[in-house]
């Protein structure tokens, strides 16, 4: 009988890589999760303890990472990801985007492993151009408080093709824009899980500054489905993946208030530093070379996630 491929998934008790995990078993790979739950919750991986081809791994993948067994796949989706979360812990967003992501890389160089780093819209920083294309360069703010998180995405993606090129790994990079569902953390204070909470609670919605920065949405599920495609392909990147439909942050208040029933009304709290003005994929790469698009629309995802919610807190 073949060997099953193995794949390693850092940061896979987190709301992604948990998703991820749940993935690669039903593709029938054995699945190591490294985690040190910074983030994440344990809950989110529960059901696949039993199964004998899923191993949790509790570790730092800012400090050495050793692993006997062979590896297929190594994918690095840990770090804190809500700007909440790492502007609560500057230093480590930093460490495991730059030492994690060496780490990681140096063990799929030493396996022979193929590579994917999970990295993020926010290299291109408070965009000024838009749509954005893989090929711009960003607007970022290197000494402001989201630094820690953008400049390290952005060392990771360096580093990622300094091995490519000079270690030549089989890398991929992915650029993830804002990407919700369940088992987000209901207090990750992220835009999603705050305004569902808000409107269970009947609690005012805090719109940050006027509400006219707009997101673009992505339903886990179509991510799961690009980062496979991307995984399995000959394209090494970057690629954006994401939900092109655009909207206010005032907009979806609004939609998050009727879909819940709730009797919320919406407040405005002064705008996080460097928060950026827009941002909308564009996604013609991920169409032309993954076959990619998004197929879940914002109203169907938000109220699967809504009813996750309700069931789940
Ligand atoms: P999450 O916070 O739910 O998951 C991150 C996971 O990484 C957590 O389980 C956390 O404990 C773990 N982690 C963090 N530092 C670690 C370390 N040093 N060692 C081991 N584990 C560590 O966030 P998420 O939304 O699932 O994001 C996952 C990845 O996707 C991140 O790399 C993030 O930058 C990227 N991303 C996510 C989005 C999104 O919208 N969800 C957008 C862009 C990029
Ligand atoms: N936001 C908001 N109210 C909240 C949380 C977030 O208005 O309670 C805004 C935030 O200022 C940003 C957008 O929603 O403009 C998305 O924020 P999120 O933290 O989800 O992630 P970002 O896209 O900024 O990384």
């Not at 919750?41 to 400090?63: E, G």
């Not at 994917?116 to 749509?131: C, F, K, N, Q, R």
């Not at 090494?236 to 208040?253: Q, R």
Request: aromatic share 10%; with cysteine; glycine share 6%.
């Amino acid at each position: 009988m073949a060997r099953k491929k193995a794949v390693v998934i850092t940061g896979g008790a987190g709301f992604l890589g948990s998703h991820l995990c749940d993935r690669f078993i039903q593709e029938g790979m054995k699945v190591v999760c490294v985690d040190n739950l910074i983030t994440g919750n344990m809950n989110n991986i529960l059901h696949l303890q039993k199964n004998k081809d899923f191993r949790f791994i509790k570790h730092d993948v800012s400090k050495e990472l050793r692993f006997p067994d062979k590896v297929d796949f190594v994918l690095h989706f840990a770090s804190p990801a809500s700007p909440v979360d790492y502007l609560k812990h500057p230093i480590p967003t930093l460490k495991v985007g730059a030492l994690g992501t060496h780490n990681t890389l140096g063990l799929a160089k030493l396996k022979k492993a193929r590579y994917l780093i999970a990295s993020t819209s926010e290299v291109y920083g408070d965009p000024l151009e838009h749509p954005q294309k893989e090929t711009y360069w960003g607007n970022v703010n290197p000494i402001g408080p989201r630094g820690v998180y953008d400049e390290a995405k952005r060392f990771a993606e360096a580093i990622t093709m300094a091995y490519r090129r000079y270690h030549n790994v089989d890398t991929r990079i992915l650029r993830i824009f804002n990407t919700y569902g369940p088992r987000m953390r209901i207090n990750d204070g992220r835009v999603v899980p705050n305004f569902i909470y808000q409107a269970f609670h009947n609690k005012a919605i805090t719109v940050y500054g006027n509400g006219k920065q707009t997101r673009s949405f992505c339903y886990y599920s179509d991510l799961i489905e690009g980062i496979t495609r991307l995984l399995f392909s000959d394209n090494e990147g970057p690629v954006n993946i994401g939900n092109p439909d655009e909207f206010t942050i005032l907009e979806f208040a609004k939609l998050v208030i009727k879909i819940s029933e709730s009797k919320s009304t919406i407040c405005f709290e002064p705008l996080p530093t460097d928060d950026p003005k827009q941002r909308k994929p564009d996604i013609a790469l991920a169409k032309k070379l993954l076959k990619w698009e998004p197929k879940v629309k914002l109203q169907q995802g938000l109220e699967e996630t809504i009813q996750w919610f309700k069931e789940n807190i």
